[in-house]
């Protein structure tokens, strides 16, 4: 029974890093159905800035998070601007080789600059350590994951919802052409909701570099669990992001757990199975062309 | 005689929003039958139903007698219902010939057997290829017929897309909008070309050029609200009060 | 409409010449015969490149003619590889044999999988590949009393080709085997590409709303390209398992896939040749650069992908074909 809960409990806690991770690539593919598979490139930058922030420059943990937040999203602009851009109306082919060609890079520089080992990362001393709750012992770090989750869903929630910001992506995600007739600069839109998803990748992967691990081959390990958040979830809806990435983080430490003889089998065959039940995602809308 | 095309109850709706409503369109053999009816009137949306991408949620369609309502679109095509497209959905990188020619192969696919069709190259098929060459020619497309269909001009894409329909030798042909965005000068060859068609085909025509519709058509059905508001003859729709009401009295 | 043309009809000799073997395609196979002869120390690379190359080739009946973007390609690769493997393995050692199992075994995996694509947009058709080539690596795997594992596929012996030529160290017998067969297969998919089926395929290609309302039934045709692309694959695949004598579990990775979809890029899609010679290049380069330092060759790699999608697109052979295009204008320019 304890097992069981501590199952549960660290699936969420990992399946809350694959949705801060993932919920920007969601809103890219929603808002302008582009196949980015580099997006666990924003993710692997926000870890090793962290590791960099705190080794070389000295800084603390907390300090560090928004630092990394910021200097991601503000790399993604640079990046949006002369590499996505140009290809926003390309096919999905050209599409997956420009992001295979960034991962490809991206991997070499990682490998290049910091070597081909798994980084360390000091969690602040408050942060480690276990809680005991019910009988239970709960990982602080993970705790802290989930209140970090829980905060930034209400954040994008609330900004979705209740901001004028918001209703603009929204209306570009519903329908593109309206949107621009409503007067609606669809591609400033974009490429702020571009810089905000890469900076939440950047800060997930930081925050990830404890629980993921962070070495060069990052970008194409977690290639698959983040894309199939995004599919699983639907493009483009926050709520469904979120929901694919638990259930995907619980059946992931659960399977990793109960049958480990398997693998990663069961991931494979949970998204296969899924992608044909669903093929426009849990709870996708679907995009009238 | 029967009609050659015709729906009896055809019922569609997308959730709560119903598009299509109790239609029962009747196409006369050799018939030139126009729909019209205000933008939103569901007008595409009975064509989609007609050629069979879209399912209705009841009611049936019936070509030449035969209930073909859970017949997929491609094997309608081979029972003689062709359809060409608003905008312009061709094969950018193929030539017309091709084009046309493949249409005219698919149409013979069953005469030809596995080592024609899968091994032997398609300058072998001259009879067929010869058929596409004097189909492109009476379409005025002779000349352009060797270079890629995304090279030429809009008008003669526009004549293109009649090329290919008209290729599977259709008992039924449905035009949806022929003339939309062609240009007032051009406009002119393409007419000619609708009216040469030969009476054979019965055609069931989507215009919102009403000079076109009252030109060509011998019977017109009005659309409004998935629903049909009336049919009769160019006269009759021309001197119905409630035609003129939908199409003048809202400002149109 | 039906009475035949009677004067010299241009739009025939167009499709014929189109049809017709260039004299740069009879270059292209005479200069692969001669390597045989010229370079007889490298004929077991030589003999990997034409693999790779036949199998970049049943990727391009997919990608280039269809337009089926994959990135699990290798699975049928794979299978192909271990079914002759463990066919060899198991005694059963005639190679022409194992070819053709390994082919029906590859057609039907491809056969089988065809119906999990028919649903769903480019995305949800791209994971599912992507779901079914790794799912495949898990399984040979996790299955290593069959597979081997990670360490591969031990004691494949093959025997004498057509009982007559044994496979020698220095892959002459091989060479040549792998020459007759992709030559076969080419000249098969070839003809094939031009035929009606052909032409069906790349109209599919260029657009599916009116391929289908031009009357072609799209999904059996999907179903049909993608179980002969699979067959090509699990026959590439045991070429590259007798060969060698060998199965690495590498035969089933995501690497595999990916690299395939780069070599062909580079050499430029529905081309027929771009899989050859995108496999050659890349083979080659990664050859020298690999020893040099393997993330240098990444980093390359990477550039040069972002280098073509943003600026050139066509590929090698893309490139050529406008460099011909342009000299023949000039030359045409000239004349009048």
């Given at each position: 029974m304890h097992s069981l809960l501590g199952v549960l409990f660290d699936g969420l806690a990992y399946g809350s890093l694959l949705f801060v991770i993932s919920v920007g690539l969601s809103i890219t593919l929603g808002l302008m159905g582009f196949n980015n598979l580099a997006h666990g490139v924003f993710?692997?930058?926000?870890?090793?800035?962290?590791?960099?922030?705190?080794?070389?420059?000295?800084?603390?943990?907390?300090?560090?998070?928004?630092?990394?937040?910021?200097?991601?999203?503000?790399?993604?602009?640079?990046?949006?601007?002369?590499?996505?851009?140009p290809l926003y109306k390309s096919t999905p082919l050209i599409q997956v080789l420009l992001s295979v060609g960034i991962i490809f890079v991206a991997t070499a520089g990682a490998n290049f600059m910091f070597g081909s080992g798994q980084q360390p990362v000091v969690i602040p001393e408050w942060l480690g350590g276990q809680l005991s709750f019910l009988g239970l012992d709960l990982?602080?770090?993970?705790?802290?994951?989930?209140?970090?989750?829980?905060?930034?869903?209400?954040g994008l929630v609330f900004g979705l919802e209740r901001t004028r910001f918001g209703a603009k992506i929204r209306a570009s995600v519903d329908n593109?052409?309206?949107?621009?007739?409503?007067?609606?600069?669809?591609?400033?839109?974009?490429?702020?909701?571009?810089?905000?998803?890469?900076g939440l990748a950047g800060l997930g992967g930081a925050l990830g570099v404890d629980v993921l691990g962070l070495d060069p081959s990052f970008a194409v390990k977690y290639l698959v669990y983040f894309l199939l958040v995004v599919v699983v979830g639907g493009p483009g809806s926050v709520f469904g992001t979120l929901l694919a990435a638990l259930l995907l983080g619980v059946a992931d430490v659960a399977g990793k757990y109960y049958v480990p003889q398997f693998g990663a089998f069961i991931i494979y065959a949970a998204m296969i199975i899924l992608l044909l039940l669903f093929p426009h995602g849990l709870l996708g809308r679907r995009k009238s062309k | 005689m029967n009609p050659i095309l015709q729906t009896r109850d055809l019922w569609k709706a997308f959730g709560g929003l119903i598009v299509t409503k109790n239609v029962n369109l009747s196409l006369a053999r050799g018939a030139r039958h126009a729909l019209i009816g205000p933008n939103g009137a569901g007008k595409t949306t009975l064509i989609n139903q007609l050629t069979g991408v879209l399912r209705p949620s009841s009611g049936q369609v019936f070509l030449d007698g035969e209930d073909i309502t859970?017949?997929?679109?491609?094997?309608?095509?081979?029972?003689?219902?062709?359809?060409?497209?608003?905008?312009?959905?061709?094969?950018?990188?193929?030539?017309?010939?091709?084009?046309?020619?493949?249409?005219?192969?698919?149409?013979?696919?069953?005469?030809?057997?596995?080592?024609?069709?899968?091994?032997?190259?398609?300058?072998?098929?001259?009879?067929?290829?010869?058929?596409?060459?004097?189909?492109?020619?009476?379409?005025?497309?002779?000349?352009?017929?060797?270079?890629?269909?995304?090279?030429?001009?809009?008008?003669?894409?526009r004549l293109l897309e009649m090329a290919l329909a008209l290729a599977a030798k259709p008992k039924v042909l449905l035009l949806d909008e022929p003339a939309a965005g062609v240009p007032e000068g051009e406009s002119d060859e393409l007419f000619a070309v609708l009216n040469s068609l030969p009476k054979e085909i019965s055609i069931l025509l989507i215009e919102h050029d009403m000079n076109l519709v009252f030109n060509f058509a011998d019977r017109i059905t009005v659309l409004v609200n998935g629903e049909e508001l009336v049919t009769g003859t160019p006269t009759e729709i021309a001197e119905d009060p409630r035609v003129r009401e939908v199409y003048l009295g809202k400002g149109h | 409409m039906s009475e035949k043309l009677s004067r010299a009809s241009n739009h025939l000799t167009f499709l014929r010449t189109l049809e017709r073997w260039k004299p740069a395609e009879i270059v292209f196979w005479v200069a692969l015969v001669a390597v045989q002869f010229v370079f007889p120390t490298s004929l077991v690379f030589a003999s990997q490149i034409l693999i790779t190359g036949l199998f970049a080739l049943s990727l391009d009946m997919l990608l280039g003619y269809a337009g089926i973007v994959t990135l699990g390609h290798a699975a049928f690769f794979g299978i192909g590889a271990y079914t002759a493997g463990l066919l060899a393995a198991h005694g059963w050692q005639d190679p022409l044999l194992g070819l053709v199992?390994?082919?029906?075994?590859?057609?039907?995996?491809?056969?089988?999988?065809?119906?999990l694509l028919s649903r769903g947009g480019d995305l949800t058709r791209l994971m599912i590949t992507l779901g079914i080539g790794l799912l495949l690596f898990e399984v040979a795997n996790s299955a290593a009393s069959i597979t081997g594992g990670v360490d591969g596929l031990q004691g494949v012996a093959v025997g004498k080709l057509l009982g007559l030529f044994a496979f020698d160290l220095y892959g002459k017998t091989?060479?040549?085997?792998?020459?007759?067969?992709?030559?076969?297969?080419?000249?098969?998919?070839?003809?094939?590409?031009?035929?009606?089926?052909?032409?069906?395929?790349?109209?599919?290609?260029?657009?599916?709303?009116?391929?289908?309302?031009?009357?072609?039934?799209?999904?059996?045709?999907?179903?049909?390209?993608?179980?002969?692309?699979?067959?090509?694959?699990?026959?590439?695949?045991?070429?590259?398992?007798?060969?060698?004598?060998?199965?690495?579990?590498?035969?089933?990775?995501?690497?595999?896939?990916?690299?395939?979809?780069?070599?062909?890029?580079?050499?430029?899609?529905?081309?027929?040749?771009?899989?050859?010679?995108?496999?050659?290049a890349f083979m080659m380069v990664q050859d020298r650069l690999s020893n040099l330092n393997p993330q240098y060759w990444q980093f390359f790699l990477g550039v040069l992908l972002i280098v073509m999608t943003l600026y050139l697109r066509g590929g090698l052979l893309g490139g050529l074909g406008r460099l011909a295009a342009l000299c023949k204008r000039r030359r045409d320019k000239e004349r009048s």
């Amino acid at each position: 029974m304890h097992s069981l809960l501590g199952v549960l409990f660290d699936g969420l806690a990992y399946g809350s890093l694959l949705f801060v991770i993932s919920v920007g690539l969601s809103i890219t593919l929603g808002l302008m159905g582009f196949n980015n598979l580099a997006h666990g490139v924003f993710a692997m930058a926000g870890g090793y800035l962290l590791v960099t922030l705190m080794g070389a420059a000295g800084l603390g943990f907390l300090p560090a998070l928004p630092i990394v937040f910021c200097a991601v999203a503000l790399g993604s602009l640079v990046l949006e601007r002369t590499l996505y851009r140009p290809l926003y109306k390309s096919t999905p082919l050209i599409q997956v080789l420009l992001s295979v060609g960034i991962i490809f890079v991206a991997t070499a520089g990682a490998n290049f600059m910091f070597g081909s080992g798994q980084q360390p990362v000091v969690i602040p001393e408050w942060l480690g350590g276990q809680l005991s709750f019910l009988g239970l012992d709960l990982s602080r770090y993970r705790l802290f994951l989930m209140a970090i989750v829980a905060a930034i869903t209400a954040g994008l929630v609330f900004g979705l919802e209740r901001t004028r910001f918001g209703a603009k992506i929204r209306a570009s995600v519903d329908n593109q052409r309206m949107a621009e007739s409503m007067g609606i600069r669809v591609d400033r839109v974009f490429q702020l909701t571009f810089a905000l998803g890469s900076g939440l990748a950047g800060l997930g992967g930081a925050l990830g570099v404890d629980v993921l691990g962070l070495d060069p081959s990052f970008a194409v390990k977690y290639l698959v669990y983040f894309l199939l958040v995004v599919v699983v979830g639907g493009p483009g809806s926050v709520f469904g992001t979120l929901l694919a990435a638990l259930l995907l983080g619980v059946a992931d430490v659960a399977g990793k757990y109960y049958v480990p003889q398997f693998g990663a089998f069961i991931i494979y065959a949970a998204m296969i199975i899924l992608l044909l039940l669903f093929p426009h995602g849990l709870l996708g809308r679907r995009k009238s062309k | 005689m029967n009609p050659i095309l015709q729906t009896r109850d055809l019922w569609k709706a997308f959730g709560g929003l119903i598009v299509t409503k109790n239609v029962n369109l009747s196409l006369a053999r050799g018939a030139r039958h126009a729909l019209i009816g205000p933008n939103g009137a569901g007008k595409t949306t009975l064509i989609n139903q007609l050629t069979g991408v879209l399912r209705p949620s009841s009611g049936q369609v019936f070509l030449d007698g035969e209930d073909i309502t859970r017949i997929p679109p491609n094997a309608r095509v081979h029972r003689g219902l062709s359809r060409t497209f608003q905008i312009n959905t061709l094969f950018p990188r193929l030539t017309p010939l091709e084009a046309v020619t493949n249409s005219i192969l698919v149409r013979e696919r069953k005469g030809l057997n596995i080592i024609k069709r899968r091994v032997f190259g398609v300058s072998r098929r001259v009879n067929h290829v010869d058929e596409a060459y004097h189909l492109l020619e009476q379409l005025n497309l002779a000349k352009d017929c060797l270079v890629e269909t995304h090279t030429l001009a809009y008008g003669k894409q526009r004549l293109l897309e009649m090329a290919l329909a008209l290729a599977a030798k259709p008992k039924v042909l449905l035009l949806d909008e022929p003339a939309a965005g062609v240009p007032e000068g051009e406009s002119d060859e393409l007419f000619a070309v609708l009216n040469s068609l030969p009476k054979e085909i019965s055609i069931l025509l989507i215009e919102h050029d009403m000079n076109l519709v009252f030109n060509f058509a011998d019977r017109i059905t009005v659309l409004v609200n998935g629903e049909e508001l009336v049919t009769g003859t160019p006269t009759e729709i021309a001197e119905d009060p409630r035609v003129r009401e939908v199409y003048l009295g809202k400002g149109h | 409409m039906s009475e035949k043309l009677s004067r010299a009809s241009n739009h025939l000799t167009f499709l014929r010449t189109l049809e017709r073997w260039k004299p740069a395609e009879i270059v292209f196979w005479v200069a692969l015969v001669a390597v045989q002869f010229v370079f007889p120390t490298s004929l077991v690379f030589a003999s990997q490149i034409l693999i790779t190359g036949l199998f970049a080739l049943s990727l391009d009946m997919l990608l280039g003619y269809a337009g089926i973007v994959t990135l699990g390609h290798a699975a049928f690769f794979g299978i192909g590889a271990y079914t002759a493997g463990l066919l060899a393995a198991h005694g059963w050692q005639d190679p022409l044999l194992g070819l053709v199992v390994a082919g029906a075994a590859a057609g039907i995996a491809g056969y089988l999988s065809s119906f999990l694509l028919s649903r769903g947009g480019d995305l949800t058709r791209l994971m599912i590949t992507l779901g079914i080539g790794l799912l495949l690596f898990e399984v040979a795997n996790s299955a290593a009393s069959i597979t081997g594992g990670v360490d591969g596929l031990q004691g494949v012996a093959v025997g004498k080709l057509l009982g007559l030529f044994a496979f020698d160290l220095y892959g002459k017998t091989a060479y040549a085997y792998v020459l007759v067969v992709s030559f076969l297969l080419f000249a098969f998919v070839r003809s094939m590409m031009h035929s009606p089926y052909g032409l069906a395929l790349r109209s599919m290609r260029e657009n599916q709303v009116r391929a289908l309302a031009v009357g072609i039934p799209i999904n059996a045709v999907l179903t049909n390209i993608y179980t002969l692309a699979a067959v090509i694959a699990g026959i590439a695949g045991a070429l590259l398992t007798q060969t060698t004598q060998f199965v690495g579990i590498d035969v089933l990775s995501f690497q595999r896939s990916a690299d395939l979809l780069v070599m062909l890029i580079i050499g430029g899609t529905a081309t027929l040749y771009g899989g050859f010679v995108g496999a050659a290049a890349f083979m080659m380069v990664q050859d020298r650069l690999s020893n040099l330092n393997p993330q240098y060759w990444q980093f390359f790699l990477g550039v040069l992908l972002i280098v073509m999608t943003l600026y050139l697109r066509g590929g090698l052979l893309g490139g050529l074909g406008r460099l011909a295009a342009l000299c023949k204008r000039r030359r045409d320019k000239e004349r009048s």
